[in-house]
């Protein structure tokens, strides 16, 4: 992996836990500059589409981070930053992406990594469920929500265990695009697995772009559908011909 494909894939994660972490949205940021401006010293500038889209998507989550404290944009600020993001993923694509030696420390982190995040996920969307449908009870039959649990603490644990899940499956991801490096040549390659995780991946991105907007049913299902896609990914994409190398299904 070169330096600019580490600095734009460092960037891509830490966009991601600039949704929670406001200062993740300038650093990333900043690492997406970065990794433009090497590109362009080391081949010249605008040489390729990797540096129009890493310099557009650095200005981007810098625009983002400057509507922090304008708590009513919120939705405009979580979808300037999943264009930044995909932005980064498209640049990562375009990037050149030599072989090399897989460290064992990258493998630990990939299957550490998703390792958590199906555990987290496991709560934080049974929790999310819950919390759809006790929704639905109060503004339905009050009375039937008054036996379940109380629609605080369902919303408390889902979103306290969701963004674990969340971050933990960017880094899984993020980690398993440089594993691809070394055995598809491509950091996005048309594996059921790499494929399955990377639509889950954007299902929890826009549950969280549009967590204001969605109640009863349409929560639910964006919420199910992404945890089936990470699922599939573990139990069902081993099965399709999935030529990742591990045997473990992680």
Same mark, same amino acid.
């Given at each position: 992996?070169?330096? +600019?494909? $580490?600095?734009?894939?460092?960037g891509?994660?830490?966009?991601?836990v600039?949704?929670?972490?406001p200062r993740?949205?300038f650093l990333?940021?900043?690492?997406?500059?970065? %990794?433009?401006?090497?590109?362009a010293?080391?081949?010249?500038?605008?040489?390729?589409?990797a540096? @129009? %889209?890493?310099?557009?998507?650095?200005l981007?989550a810098?625009r983002g981070?400057?509507?922090?404290?304008? @708590?009513?944009?919120?939705p405009?600020r979580?979808?300037?930053?999943?264009l930044? !993001?995909?932005?980064?993923?498209f640049?990562?694509?375009?990037?050149p992406?030599?072989g090399?030696?897989?460290p064992?420390?990258?493998?630990?982190?990939?299957?550490?990594a998703?390792? +958590?995040?199906?555990?987290?996920?496991?709560?934080?969307v /049974?929790?999310g469920v819950?919390?759809?449908?006790?929704?639905?009870?109060?503004?339905?039959?009050?009375?039937?929500a *008054? $036996?379940?649990a @109380? *629609?605080?603490s369902?919303?408390?644990?889902e979103?306290?265990?969701?963004?674990?899940?969340?971050?933990?499956?960017?880094?899984?991801l993020?980690?398993? !695009?440089?594993?691809?490096?070394?055995?598809?040549g491509? #950091?996005?390659?048309?594996d059921?697995?790499?494929i399955?995780v990377? $639509?889950?991946?954007?299902g929890l991105?826009?549950?969280f772009?549009?967590?204001?907007?969605?109640?009863?049913? @349409?929560?639910?299902?964006?919420?199910?559908?992404?945890y089936a896609?990470?699922?599939?990914a573990?139990?069902?994409a #081993?099965?399709? /011909?999935?030529?990742?190398?591990?045997?473990?299904g992680?």
């Amino acid at each position: 992996m070169t330096a +600019v494909s $580490l600095l734009a894939l460092v960037g891509v994660l830490l966009l991601a836990v600039g949704l929670f972490w406001p200062r993740g949205l300038f650093l990333g940021a900043f690492l997406y500059l970065g %990794a433009a401006l090497a590109d362009a010293f080391a081949k010249g500038f605008f040489s390729g589409p990797a540096q @129009p %889209a890493l310099v557009l998507g650095g200005l981007l989550a810098l625009r983002g981070e400057s509507l922090l404290l304008r @708590p009513r944009l919120t939705p405009l600020r979580r979808y300037l930053v999943l264009l930044a !993001m995909l932005l980064g993923l498209f640049a990562l694509k375009a990037l050149p992406h030599p072989g090399g030696s897989l460290p064992l420390l990258l493998t630990l982190v990939h299957a550490g990594a998703f390792l +958590v995040a199906y555990l987290a996920l496991a709560v934080g969307v /049974g929790a999310g469920v819950m919390c759809a449908m006790q929704d639905l009870r109060l503004r339905s039959v009050p009375e039937k929500a *008054l $036996l379940s649990a @109380p *629609l605080w603490s369902l919303r408390r644990l889902e979103q306290g265990y969701l963004r674990v899940g969340y971050l933990a499956t960017t880094l899984g991801l993020t980690s398993g !695009m440089a594993w691809a490096w070394r055995y598809f040549g491509s #950091p996005l390659a048309l594996d059921p697995k790499e494929i399955s995780v990377l $639509l889950g991946w954007l299902g929890l991105t826009l549950y969280f772009l549009l967590e204001e907007r969605l109640q009863g049913y @349409p929560r639910m299902a964006l919420l199910l559908l992404a945890y089936a896609l990470l699922l599939f990914a573990f139990i069902g994409a #081993p099965f399709l /011909g999935s030529r990742h190398p591990s045997g473990l299904g992680f």
